[in-house]
């Protein structure tokens, strides 16, 4: 069971004690049915914390506080006892995809978005782009580019 | 369980140091044990300063120099941040808090999230009033912006609560506090944000 201090309020949530989405998913289904499993939302960015204050989406009133080696990923279960399991959603956050023509270019791409301090990941012949903010900065950003290097975004996957 | 890490960035001369001297005796006042990495371009200069000021014993305040672009170990690279606040852990387990001061850098500074939980960013009204407007990625991403040295804006022609206005619009729902180092005002409401958001005591 989670090393969780539980007051009227607020609950502090110190540890992961498995998934939702592996280990852990047929205990907690098995609450779910009950009505006693609570999720917390979190964004792409904020899933980089250790420390968290949140609300559950029934309202409950958390206090994440992780050890420093543990990452919080989608599915995380950070409270389970036997009438209530609560489990982080990280959400997977709107992304821009990039698509360079040509070598170059995707040299170009690349050395321009580091120097803009973007998270990116790299896949087979494009760039995926995360958004921490409005997709109108990002796009001002490229248009100064385009005159540098030929490549496209990728509509069908933002 | 862990101190909380809590980064203090912004310009050069917007206050950062001035203010972690303000928000010493507060800490200290509500019982929160609090230690203190300084960065530095090529000297221990904040470093030395607080540890002239006696607030922290000296052995609570470590000097980093970074050597280059300040943000540089904030961000890209935080190693020699993360290793001295591990340090401070090990030797000092009753700490509460670790306040990371950035070196002077511009609007584009930022802290990386695998060095500190929260972060707040420094501007003053004697930078500019326009510094909001220009969007800077420390001034929109920060958990807490602070312009400080509320009490000088009528001699540097701003308008403060214009800027304040404009700080609200480009961060949406995120908060803003004006305060004055040099007249202690609004730090126990930073005090109060830090409790509630990231110290949870």
């Known amino acids: 069971m989670t090393a969780a201090s539980i007051s009227t309020k607020v609950m502090k949530l110190t540890s992961i004690e498995g998934s939702f989405n592996a280990d852990l998913h047929d205990i907690v289904h098995a609450l779910e049915h009950k009505g006693q499993v609570e999720f917390v939302h979190v964004s792409q960015a904020d899933a980089a914390r250790k420390r968290l204050r949140a609300e559950t989406d029934k309202g409950r009133e958390v206090q994440i506080v992780l050890p420093r080696s543990a990452s919080i990923k989608d599915g ?33 791409l690349g050395h321009w978005c580091g120097n803009l301090h973007w998270k990116v990941e790299f896949n087979a012949g494009s760039m995926s782009v995360q958004l921490d903010g409005p997709e109108g900065q990002y796009r001002a950003r490229l248009q100064d580019l385009e005159s540098l290097a030929d490549f496209h975004i990728d509509e069908s996957a933002s | ?164 206005a404009d700080a609200k619009q480009v961060r949406g729902p995120k908060p803003v506090l004006a305060v004055s180092c040099r007249e202690r005002s609004r730090i126990a409401d930073i005090v109060s944000q830090l409790r509630r958001d990231v110290i949870f005591a």
């Open chain 2, 1 to 164: 369980m862990t101190a909380a890490r809590v980064g203090i960035g912004g310009p050069v001369g917007c206050g950062k140091t001035a203010l972690i001297e303000q928000l010493l005796p507060e800490l200290a006042r509500l019982g929160i044990e609090t230690a203190v990495i300084t960065n530095d371009l090529v000297t221990d200069e904040d470093a030395e300063r607080l540890r002239k000021g006696g607030q922290l014993p000296a052995n609570r305040i470590l000097a980093v120099q970074a050597g280059a672009c300040p943000h540089t170990v904030i961000r890209e690279d935080p190693t020699l941040n993360m290793a001295a606040a591990d340090r401070l852990e090990a030797e000092f387990p009753e700490l509460d808090l670790i306040l990371i001061e950035s070196g002077g850098d511009n609007l584009a500074s930022t802290f990386s999230l695998d060095l500190v939980d929260w972060w707040m960013f420094v501007i003053d009204v004697a930078g500019g009033g326009d510094i909001p407007r220009k969007n800077g990625p420390g001034v929109l991403q920060c958990d807490l912006l602070v312009i400080n040295k509320s009490d000088i804006a009528p001699h540097v022609d701003v308008d403060l609560d214009q800027m304040i």
């Open chain 1, 76 to 108: 995380a279960v950070v409270h389970l006892s036997e009438d209530l399991a609560i489990v982080l959603r990280v959400d997977t956050g709107a992304r821009m995809v990039l698509v360079p023509h040509d070598i170059q270019s995707a040299m170009r």
